[in-house]
């Protein structure tokens, strides 16, 4: 079945600063790869996600990079502002459900 | 996901005791999903029900039992039989059965063993 291992599993950046998130999946038939962000006490929300037809996506200040043939998939989030602060979940396809890493939790110093 | 509820929003069980978490949604979704969240870990999948009357069992389905008779309600019940309850649970849902159906979240459930 599928595996997904998410790195590193906390990060600590200076506001301003990047931040990038890494994740490798092991089912070469995976197509879709969700990125979810969960803020303290709160529910986990779809931010961007990207289907294997393409190799980056980018919405704002968010990116996600897609490398098939590595089989691994990465968050980019630049200027990042204390609000980015949270946990970030990857997730790949598993038949008709999703495997979630580990979370990383991102932590933006002001 | 405004569309998801779950509650109650805190529990607390004694040792021994069956408990029922409720999960409702209003966004017509077919498919609905159970996962657990532990302090520092990922989601893991508990059960999940593509249908009305029908649900599988996901990875850590022993010691839980569910229930799909309408569309919109998937209760999780936690029985004495799961040895390590204590964790956040998470209910989702998604307008279809495809893995790249997005998944919407409730706001989730705090159980706590005494």
């Known amino acids: 079945g599928e595996n997904v291992e998410q790195h590193p599993s906390t990060l600590s950046v200076q506001e301003g600063d990047s931040a990038v998130i890494k994740c490798t999946y092991s089912d070469s038939a995976s197509n879709y790869f969700p990125w979810y962000k969960q803020e303290l006490g709160k529910r986990p929300q779809l931010i961007i996600d990207?289907?294997?037809?393409?190799g980056e996506k980018k919405d704002q200040r968010i990116a996600v990079t897609l490398n098939k043939t590595a089989k691994h998939f990465s968050l980019h989030i630049t200027e990042t502002q204390p609000e980015d602060s949270a946990v970030y979940f990857c997730?790949?396809?598993?038949?008709?459900?999703?495997?979630f890493g580990g979370g990383t939790r991102l932590m933006v110093k002001p | 996901d405004g569309g998801i509820t779950q509650s109650p929003k805190y529990l607390f069980r004694k040792e021994g005791q069956n408990v029922t978490l409720s999960c409702e949604q209003n966004l017509n979704h077919d498919a609905m999903y159970w996962y657990r969240q532990d302090p520092g870990q990922g989601l893991r999948l508990i059960y999940y029900s593509q249908i009305v009357n029908d649900f599988q069992k996901g990875d850590i389905a022993e010691g839980y039992s569910v229930s799909r008779e309408k569309k919109e309600s998937f209760p999780l019940t936690v029985t004495s039989a799961q040895k390590n309850p204590t964790a956040f649970y998470l209910c989702?849902?998604?307008?279809?059965?495809?893995?790249?159906?997005?998944?919407?979240f409730g706001p989730g459930t705090r159980l706590t063993v005494l």
């Open positions: 990207i289907r294997s037809n393409v």
């Open positions: 989702a849902s998604s307008i279809g059965v495809a893995s790249t159906d997005t998944q919407y």
């Open positions: 997730a790949a396809p598993r038949g008709n459900m999703l495997t």
